[in-house]
């Protein structure tokens, strides 16, 4: 009776979402005003929704129910207290990996494809390994911390004394369970930055940016800095930097501060601008490196907020890619002669990534040091992309 009704709850839930805030806000909203569920019943219908929406576009002519019951199919590798739902034959093909599962399905449900889930695999960056990139939607991505300089030995000696278990990748990037409660373990952003792996992964372009300084002082701009993680990473792989941040909402920089202040970092400067309309001139430019960290779709993340690969249109892909060309023509003459323009986005399309290079090429002046797809969707990780380019 209890799991039927957390069933019927996520249902419920399901066909009133509309995408327009967070899937992660409105549950918020929602348990907020309806006191009678417990954390664990919150869990429980929480990982119900975001697994309706792992499926994407495939089987939306179906009722909210059905496929409901698919997607639990596909999330879980038991059927656990879900059982009750499925009959025989749905339980035996239970225990395989998810794309014999896929071809189990497709008996019941022909139309049901890899493809169907997502439909824009020709916008694709051509490196992304398609069908391990679509698959990897049905499993919930790690939470990766990223130790700051000096905290390792005091980072791993709590995490042990607490007995949680986690594993290291490198020497600063550890993977712990997405649900592990840390907060009340580390000092987040003083010990440990809460940082992807692949996020964390742009330490390496940032290095190569130590190779020629055409400045007395490394000045560095994170133009489009919202909450601040590749500032922070900035600040810990170059050390003594001049730091600017800028952003186009004022109630970013002030939760920015909040954070920097929390991570110990007190000199650097800040402004508002819409980088897409109006070109900045500033007093402290031209900079050595620009951090350009662009609005994209975020295609490279939708395993941890999957009600945007639902929602999403292929239009979209284009507003970004015209949104992002119009923030790189207004930085481009900010970045110092013989500076780096350091451009990222946590997308998997074509048009936002490898294009955008190459239109950042034709304007002149720049070359190519560096591009690369991070992948990791093999890693239970974020896809991003990173591009380091250098003013002649």
């Not at 249109?313 to 790189?328: C, N, S, V």
């Amino acid at each position: 009776m209890r799991y039927q009704s957390h069933f019927n709850t996520a249902v419920s839930l399901i066909r009133v979402y509309d995408g327009s805030v967070p899937l992660v806000h409105f549950l918020k909203k929602y348990f907020a005003e309806h006191k009678k569920h417990g954390s664990r019943d919150r869990k429980l219908i929480s990982h119900l929704c975001y697994g309706y929406y792992r499926l994407g576009h495939a089987l939306k002519e179906l009722e909210t129910a059905e496929r409901l019951k698919i997607a639990i199919f596909l999330c879980n590798e038991t059927a656990g207290d879900w059982a009750f739902l499925f009959e025989e034959d749905w339980l035996a093909a239970w225990a395989v990996p998810i794309p014999e599962k896929i071809h189990w399905l497709q008996q019941k449900y022909p139309l049901f494809s890899a493809a169907a889930m997502f439909p824009w695999t020709a916008a694709l960056s051509e490196e992304i390994d398609q069908e391990a990139f679509i698959l990897s939607h049905f499993i919930q991505p790690d939470l990766f911390l990223r130790i700051r300089p000096g905290k390792e030995k005091q980072v791993l000696a709590k995490l042990r004394e607490q007995q949680i278990v986690f594993s290291q990748l490198t020497d600063t990037c550890l993977a712990l369970a997405n649900t592990t409660k840390i907060d009340s373990v580390l000092d987040i952003d003083k010990e440990v930055v809460i940082q992807d792996y692949s996020s964390q992964q742009v330490a390496r372009f940032l290095s190569l940016t130590t190779q020629h300084s055409p400045l007395t002082k490394t000045t560095v701009w994170d133009c489009c800095a919202a909450s601040g993680g590749k500032s922070l990473l900035a600040c810990d792989v170059l050390t003594g930097i001049e730091l600017t941040v800028s952003d186009i909402r004022p109630s970013i920089l002030r939760n920015l501060k909040e954070r920097f202040d929390r991570a110990g970092i007190k000199q650097y400067r800040s402004f508002t601008a819409d980088l897409a309309h109006s070109s900045i001139t500033t007093h402290h430019a031209p900079y050595h490196i620009v951090l350009c960290d662009a609005p994209c779709s975020g295609s490279g993340t939708w395993g941890r907020t999957p009600e945007q690969l639902f929602f999403f249109t292929r239009e979209k892909i284009t507003a970004y890619a015209d949104l992002q060309q119009k923030i790189i023509a207004n930085v481009l003459p900010q970045v110092a002669k013989g500076g780096y323009l350091l451009y990222i986005t946590c997308s998997v399309f074509r048009q936002e990534n490898e294009e955008q290079v190459q239109f950042i090429l034709q304007q002149g002046g720049f070359e190519l040091v560096k591009m690369e797809l991070l992948k990791g969707y093999d890693l239970k990780a974020d896809s991003m992309f990173a591009a380091l380019l250098r003013r002649r």
